[in-house]
């Protein structure tokens, strides 16, 4: 599976100078590409972002979490998301399952790993505790 350049540009402009709060990455299957599909704007909110994951198709999504911790220090993880609904298509569940890793290492500084089939496996409260 091949990853358009631009995933990789987008993901360092959303790591070095948080020009987005998130994106999200579709596999083109007729062209065997990873590509850009939504790029979330730094004042979206969790909220827009699990909206942007559409309920039936499988999606690969990149977040940047600000968060304070337990000693009252701003800080920001990123995280991967791999989301493959229930509800998907099984070759699309297989294509997305068999391309995360190598497209993963594609995304040098994600810090945290998230796999979600259904909104509640990446609920705020579940990013909230991996973040810290």
């Known amino acids: 599976m091949a990853v358009n350049d631009d995933c990789k540009l987008k993901f360092q402009e959303l790591k070095?100078?948080?020009s987005y709060r998130f994106?999200?990455?579709k596999i083109e299957e007729k062209i065997q590409k990873v590509v850009v599909e939504?790029?979330?704007d730094p004042s979206e909110s969790y909220d827009d972002f699990t909206a942007s994951l559409p309920p039936n198709e499988c999606r690969y999504?990149?977040?940047d979490f600000d968060f304070t911790t337990n000693e009252?220090?701003?800080k920001s993880k990123i995280f991967f998301v791999a989301w493959a609904p229930d509800t998907s298509k099984v070759r699309s569940k297989m294509l997305y399952a068999s391309s995360k890793?190598?497209?993963r290492r594609e995304l040098d500084g994600v810090q945290v790993e998230l796999?979600?089939?259904d909104p509640s496996e990446m609920s705020l409260d579940i990013v909230k505790?991996?973040?810290l």
């Open 16 to 18: 070095a100078k948080r």
């Open 23 to 25: 994106i999200v990455f």
């Open 38 to 40: 939504k790029l979330g």
């Open 61 to 63: 999504a990149v977040y």
């Open 72 to 74: 009252n220090c701003q």
């Open 101 to 103: 890793d190598r497209f």
């Open 115 to 117: 796999q979600a089939t």
């Open 129 to 131: 505790l991996r973040a």
